[in-house]
């Protein structure tokens, strides 16, 4: 496993993460079996970087990481928890007793005594401009209760508005063969300022595997389901904010840009070939899903070698709605 430095966090994180939104909700049923077995195989073959958050089947994924974090020298991971979405999206709510019970309940759920980085998770836009915000997040550093913070952002403004901030250690944001916008100004600046990118929705929600098609139904409980226009939170989470018949067609012509690797594996393989991410945290279902993003750091050069492919594809069939948006 390759591994990557964020500077401004100290940390030492594997190129591939394992992101774990699946094993709280919102994806159809992981059971608590299926979800340990993942993150041991995940682990076992050196990721040590797990992203999580407080809502991801309200506190579902956390209690899982924690029973896991029994089993391992916990010392060895560094586990990514979010907060800020247990309360209406308003922010009114992001006080220092707010963050304070938030990050209490993230404390008991994984079994840690401070959480190694929190973040932000997707905060209103006038967030990233209080601070009194950043002032209570250096207070709970300096009183133990995390290590370190970061924010999760919608847009590229955000991130370079989070990037700005001094302790601002990591900002994680959507980046994918279907999401090139980071490309122009949020990865250069993260590199400069040695702040880590964390790169989520590798896959654009499972698209870029190029296995879905027309007839695919998505369980009732899936997201891919009932959040396709932004029914239950941004729309730019699900399928990263393609719509479904275009992407299908993006897909196809992904899948054909090479033949050497599943789509999946090569769709993770072009972000890992940009040095300013510093880890990718597709979330799998399966360990076979699981295996296939694994496989992602043995081809950052087949990864490289597609990219005028890949941006081929963003000018044809996606540019005009994404770029502008996000
Ligand atoms: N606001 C935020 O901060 C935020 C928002 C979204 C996600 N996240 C984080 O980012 C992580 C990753 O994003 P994501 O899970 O939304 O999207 P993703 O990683 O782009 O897509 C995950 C889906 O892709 C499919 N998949 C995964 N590996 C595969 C493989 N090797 N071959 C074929 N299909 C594969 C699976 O679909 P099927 O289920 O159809 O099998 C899986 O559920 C999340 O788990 C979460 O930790 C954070």
Redesign the pocket.
């Known amino acids: 496993m390759e591994n990557r430095q964020i500077q401004r966090a100290n940390f030492t994180v594997s190129a591939l993460g394992?992101?774990?939104?699946?094993l709280g909700g919102d994806?159809?049923d992981v059971s608590e079996e299926q979800a340990l077995e993942i993150l041991g195989n995940a682990y076992g073959a050196g990721v040590n970087f797990f992203?999580?958050?407080d809502v991801?089947g309200d506190g579902r994924s956390e209690r899982i990481i924690g029973s896991f974090l029994k089993t391992i020298d916990k010392d060895k991971v560094i586990v990514a928890t979010?907060m800020g979405r247990r309360a209406p999206l308003d922010s009114s709510f992001y006080t220092y007793e707010n963050f304070s019970a938030w990050i209490d309940r993230s404390r008991t759920n994984l079994g840690v005594d401070s959480l190694d980085l929190t973040?932000l998770?997707?905060p209103p836009d006038e967030v990233f401009d209080i601070e009194s915000v950043y002032d209570d997040l250096d207070r709970l550093v300096d009183e133990g209760a995390i290590k370190k913070y970061g924010v999760?952002v919608?847009t590229c403004s955000q991130a370079l508005r989070a990037i700005k901030r001094p302790k601002v250690a990591t900002v994680?944001i959507?980046f994918?063969a279907f999401r090139l916008k980071p490309l122009d100004e949020v990865l250069p600046s993260a590199k400069e300022a040695g702040v880590g990118i964390i790169a989520?929705?590798?896959?654009?929600?499972?698209?870029?595997?190029g296995?879905?098609t027309k007839e695919t139904i998505?369980s009732q409980d899936?997201h891919?389901n009932y959040n396709r226009k932004g029914e239950a939170?941004?729309v730019g989470?699900t399928f990263?904010g393609v719509d479904y018949e275009v992407g299908l067609q993006a897909a196809k012509r992904f899948a054909n840009l090479q033949n050497a690797v599943?789509p999946?594996?090569a769709a993770i393989a072009w972000i890992l070939s940009h040095d300013a991410v510093s880890t990718v945290?597709?979330?799998?279902?399966?360990i076979?899903?699981?295996?296939?993003?694994l496989a992602a750091t043995d081809y950052l050069d087949l990864g490289a070698s597609i990219d005028t492919g890949v941006v081929d594809i963003y000018d044809q069939y996606l540019r005009s709605s994404i770029h502008p948006r996000w």
Request: aromatic share 12%; with cysteine.
């Open positions: 394992l992101g774990t939104w699946q994806w159809g992203d999580t958050a991801y979010k973040q998770h997707c999760s919608e994680q959507i994918n989520r929705i590798p896959l654009a929600s499972g698209l870029l595997s296995k879905y998505f899936d891919r939170f941004d989470e990263s599943a999946a594996t945290i597709p979330g799998a279902r399966n076979s899903q699981l295996k296939g993003n």
